[in-house]
């Protein structure tokens, strides 16, 4: 059986060299923090200061302009978004006067020992029950107009963070478009001050949200990053292997339904509680485990999103600390990654450095946090040996098989001597043996990076090596 490209057609070769320069090739995205501060027991903000430190996070955003912790930050080398809160608006809009002074006192008066980077104006405008919508455009336009006073708007940049229910529609992810009354009084406005001042959009995005609300149709492995057979944008045709992307690029998809296909987005909130109420299904630790360790990975390791390839994901965890007087469901007290005694909720890597040799997140009971071993439904977990292989998926028929096993062992450069005739892994001499071995082959050469054993479904990973006879499957990690 050759496994050399034949009649291989041309949109094969295109998906697989885009899946190439999207996990392979590109660059690291970055993590962040929300530091939030509705409890009574949290540790000082010096404290605070050094845990960052500790855990090598370098970037941090506020929802005010606290001195306390402004002034613990200073000469830290973090970098800072801080906020103008959705109560200040009204004054921020109406009066420049307001906007100037709260500038040069919360703003120049820290600036640069504090390394603010950005200021939230608002947050979540559109669902603010105190209907201050009206408000957020011209807040941002006299904002900006007082750092051009200080001459800080080369150094600070002005955004707002939004909700996704902003959106009208959001699946599929192509579909992604405004609330239509938001788009004209609201949405085109801010982002022209976006582009203008050459800032970015700030969303707020939790699939914790769409999972607890629909785990009746929403795979779990889906929502926590684990590997699974994806799903396909009836739109465009790109396969979404989590729903983060998916809901990413709905917004990306808004907004270039309305021409803003050049502004960037920054991930100003996302997260999953590890506790929360009997109704919040999914809501414990090692899915919030899950969620945030695979998201971390996902985000240091490279790769835009399937409709923006090329951007880097830039992404605020939320958030730092449990907060015990949240109101609302148990959830919105759980969130955090750590509790006020500054002792991890569970652990998980936060740095490319603690991405090495960490193949699993734990609760801090230290125990494993088990998933579902992977069958041809395309669930994964990862072996106590932290190994892991890329076999084929025999369920998607000869023709797609054959096709995934030309490219791998053609242009995706997978070492397939050893399945020709008279080598060592030619038998069991079947289609789905040797795309096995090819598989496994293009995935250990990229280093089992997130989206190298996918083939369009052709190929899935499994935690125990895999059994074809007296072939064995190289582990060999390479970067």
Not at 133 to 138: A, E, G, I, K, S
Not at 312 to 335: C, H, I, M, W
Request: proline fraction near 5%; glycine fraction near 8%; include cysteine.
């Amino acid at each position: 059986m050759l496994c050399f490209p034949q009649n291989q057609s041309m949109a094969t070769i295109s998906y697989f060299l885009l899946i190439l320069s999207i996990f392979v090739f590109a660059d690291g995205g970055s993590i962040g923090i929300n530091y939030g501060r509705i409890a009574d027991n949290l540790p000082s903000p010096v404290n605070v200061v050094q845990l960052l430190k500790s855990q090598g996070l370098d970037r941090v955003k506020l929802y005010d302009t606290e001195p306390t912790v402004l002034k613990a930050l200073a000469g830290s080398g973090i970098k800072v978004i801080v906020a103008l809160p959705n109560e200040l608006l009204n004054s921020a809009a109406l009066q420049q006067n307001f906007a100037y002074t709260w500038v040069q006192k919360n703003i120049a008066a820290y600036y640069p020992s504090t390394q603010i980077q950005a200021i939230a104006v608002g947050n979540e405008v559109f669902v603010d029950p105190n209907n201050t919508t009206q408000f957020l455009v011209p807040a941002m336009r006299n904002v900006q107009a007082a750092l051009v006073k200080y001459n800080l708007d080369s150094a600070i940049k002005v955004s707002s963070p939004i909700a996704l229910s902003a959106l009208q529609s959001s699946y599929p992810s192509s579909a992604g478009s405004f609330k239509t009354e938001l788009v004209e009084p609201v949405i085109k406005p801010m982002m022209d001050f976006l582009r203008q001042t050459g800032s970015y959009l700030m969303v707020n995005v939790y699939p914790f949200f769409a999972y607890t609300a629909n785990a009746d149709v929403i795979s779990l492995d889906y929502a926590l990053f684990r590997e699974n057979s994806g799903v396909v944008d009836s739109g465009n045709g790109l396969r979404y292997v989590s729903l983060f992307e998916a809901q990413i690029d709905a917004v990306f998809a808004a907004m270039s339904a309305l021409k803003y296909n050049d502004l960037k987005m920054v991930v100003s909130e996302t997260g999953w509680p590890s506790k929360g109420d009997e109704s919040e299904t999914g809501s414990n630790e090692a899915n919030a485990a899950a969620y945030n360790g695979n998201l971390v990975r996902r985000v240091l390791t490279g790769g835009g999103t399937p409709l923006r390839p090329q951007a880097t994901l830039d992404v605020f965890l939320f958030a730092l600390f449990n907060e015990n007087q949240k109101t609302g469901p148990t959830s919105e007290r759980n969130y955090g990654l750590f509790y006020p005694d500054e002792q991890k909720v569970y652990n998980i890597p936060l740095t490319t450095e603690g991405l090495k040799g960490n193949n699993q997140s734990t609760p801090v009971n230290g125990s494993k946090i088990q998933e579902t071993p992977v069958s041809g439904n395309g669930n994964a977990s990862t072996s106590s040996s932290g190994k892991t292989w890329c076999v084929a998926n025999g369920k998607v028929g000869e023709k797609k098989l054959q096709a995934a096993i030309d490219y791998a062992c053609g242009e995706g450069g997978a070492d397939c001597r050893q399945i020709q005739p008279g080598a060592t892994c030619y038998d069991p001499n079947t289609l789905e043996a040797h795309a096995s071995f090819a598989f496994n082959s293009f995935y250990q050469k990229n280093g089992r990076r997130s989206g190298t054993c996918d083939f369009q479904g052709a190929a899935y990973i499994v935690t125990q090596p895999p059994n074809y006879g007296k072939c064995e499957f190289s582990t060999e990690y390479s970067d």
